[in-house]
């Protein structure tokens, strides 16, 4: 079983910068892939940002590529997710999801377990 907590979300200008992240419990946090998604009302979650146990494979939406940052730290079983040069569009409720598997896993589907979610907010 594994908690997941983010943290960090908040309101930005556009072109602003947030990091969240997302604590987890349990001491076998090396052994999930850890994914970012992110929704908004009305909208299907999408994924944002996806990265494999060991940190050595990565993918990004489109959407996000060249602005958003994911990275882990399994010593202290946390992800995070520098989000540079923020627009409105990326205003939505941010979660992370973690998943018993190796390799990096794009897309909810697969994902064992889920945080509450943090809201982002950029004004224009």
């Known amino acids: 079983q594994v908690q997941l907590v983010e943290s960090g979300g908040g309101l930005v200008q556009a072109g602003g910068s947030l990091r969240p992240s997302c604590a987890a419990s349990?001491?076998?946090?090396?052994?999930?892939?850890m994914g970012w998604f992110r929704q908004t009302p009305g909208k299907e979650r999408e994924s944002v940002a996806a990265?494999?146990?060991?940190?050595?494979?990565?993918s990004y939406a489109d959407s996000v590529k060249g602005r958003f940052t994911i990275s882990r730290d399994n010593a202290k079983n946390t992800v995070y997710l520098q989000m540079n040069s923020l627009k409105p569009e990326d205003t939505a409720v941010y979660y992370c999801?973690?998943?018993?598997?190796?390799?990096?896993?794009?897309?909810?589907?697969?994902?064992?377990?889920w945080g509450q979610g943090t809201q982002v907010t950029v004004s224009s």
């Open positions: 990265i494999s146990w060991g940190g050595s494979r990565i």
């Open positions: 999801a973690a998943a018993r598997v190796s390799t990096v896993l794009v897309g909810p589907a697969g994902y064992d377990y």
């Open positions: 349990g001491r076998t946090f090396s052994m999930y892939a």
